[in-house]
Nanobody, 127 residues
Framework: QVQPVESGGGLVQAGGSLRLTCTAS????????MGWFRQAPGKEREVVAA????????YYADSVKGRFTISRDNAKKTIELQMNNLQPEDTAVYYC????????????????????WGQGTRVTVSS
């Protein structure tokens, strides 16, 4: 079982950048599809980006395309989310999550497909 742990959140001004890191403890990390999700106050949790177990394909929500980049390093058991040109609407708690990989299945992007979640890291973007 993957136990994701997020780090890297904080307070940044609009237009700034942050890098989130998710570290996993499982020796089988490389077998998991991984995703970044976020939840803003009063809103449902939504997918931000996802990356397949072998590093491709990747998925980005329309709201972050061109600004956010997801990557993974299976040797280090980490995934990262580089967030550039942050805007106030990006303010949320960001969660890292893992989904077991199954053969011939698409990269999952729904929260229901992910069964291991981190505690979250808060990102606040001031205007």
């Amino acid at each position: 079982q993957v136990q994701p742990v997020e780090s890297g959140g904080g307070l940044v001004q609009a237009g700034g950048s942050l890098r989130l890191t998710c570290t996993a403890s499982s020796a089988t990390f490389y077998m998991y599809n991984m995703g970044w999700f976020r939840q803003a106050p009063g809103k449902e949790r939504e997918v931000v980006a996802a990356i397949a177990w072998i590093g491709t394909p990747k998925y980005y929500a329309d709201s972050v395309k061109g600004r956010f980049t997801i990557s993974r390093d299976n040797a280090k058991k980490t995934i990262e989310l580089q967030m550039n040109n942050l805007q106030p609407e990006d303010t949320a708690v960001y969660y890292c999550a893992a989904a077991s990989h199954t053969l011939n299945s698409d990269l999952p992007t729904s929260t229901a497909s992910y069964n291991s979640w981190g505690q979250g890291t808060r990102v606040t973007v001031s205007s």
